[in-house]
Structure formats: structure tokens, C-alpha cells
């Protein structure tokens, strides 16, 4: 008997690194040019990312330096390539046609991450993101945009 089934290639499964540098919330901003970033997490703990070497303050780099880098490494690779901050030279982002993605202008000034406070006014231990023209708001950065669009 034989089996005329075709094969279905499956995308290798997210590494744990890379699903928690996606999905926990985190503040990427550009230090000064040449490569070096400021992670704010959850916690407030602020880790410094220097992309050309590549390294990070955070236990996870020190001890063990796993391949791919860091969740925060891989934090500010992601916001890179999505255009969201600028590269390690300063550049900004530029579109598949070549040209320059303006973020500052294009771009709502999305702020946080903000500590969330329930209903008696202690924290939640969550965090949000917030868009400063509209005043939406969202758990994750990328979110705060997704269903609307206040430009």
C-alpha cells in the first residue's frame, strides 16, 4: 500500500527565547548610535543591549550566552527589523521600495510600559502600553495600533 499523501513541511516550532522576547512586555529605546539599547522590562529593571558585539546585562547572556542571543537581544532585533526603532548606525527604517520610513511622523508616540493599578490602587503586577494621540491602550506594544488607527 502506498501512501500518495503529500508531505506538509511544518515551520520549526518558536524557540522560548524568541516567544517571550514577542510576547512580554518591554520598552526598546536607541541609547546612542552604535548599537547599544536600553530594555526596560515588567519588573523595571532596565538592561543595556549592545547589538554589534552582541551582549546584555541580563543573567541569561551572562551565564549562559545562548545561541540567537537573550529574550531581550532578540527583543531589539524584532523591533529593528519591524521598523519600530531605529538600527545600531542611527538609520532609520527603510520600506521594501528603498524609501525611509519616517517612524517619528508616521508613527503614534505609543508610551509605557505602565504599571497597572486595580481597583483599590495597588498593582496588578500587569503592565500596558498607551498610545499618546488617541489614548488607546493595550498589553503589548504592537497591539495599541492593530484594531485602529488614530492618523
Known sequence: MSNDTPSVEREPAEQPRTR?????????????TGGRYEVRVAS????????????????????REPDG?????????????AGCIAGPTGE????????????????PLITGPHTEYGPRGTPTGSVYFRCSQC?????????????TDCQ
Open 20 to 32: 517571550r522576547a514577542r510576547t512580554e512586555p518591554m520598552a526598546v529605546s536607541l541609547l546612542r
Open 44 to 63: 523595571g529593571r532596565v538592561y543595556a543591549v549592545d547589538m554589534r558585539l552582541p551582549a546584555c546585562t541580563c543573567s541569561d547572556w551572562y551565564y
Open 69 to 81: 542571543g537573550c529574550k531581550h537581544l532578540r527583543r531589539v532585533d524584532l523591533e529593528i527589523k
Open 92 to 107: 532609520l527604517p527603510q520600506r521594501p521600495d528603498g524609501s525611509i520610513h519616517d517612524v517619528e511622523r508616521q508613527t
Open 135 to 147: 489614548g488607546l491602550e493595550a498589553r503589548h506594544r504592537a497591539d495599541v495600533h492593530r484594531s
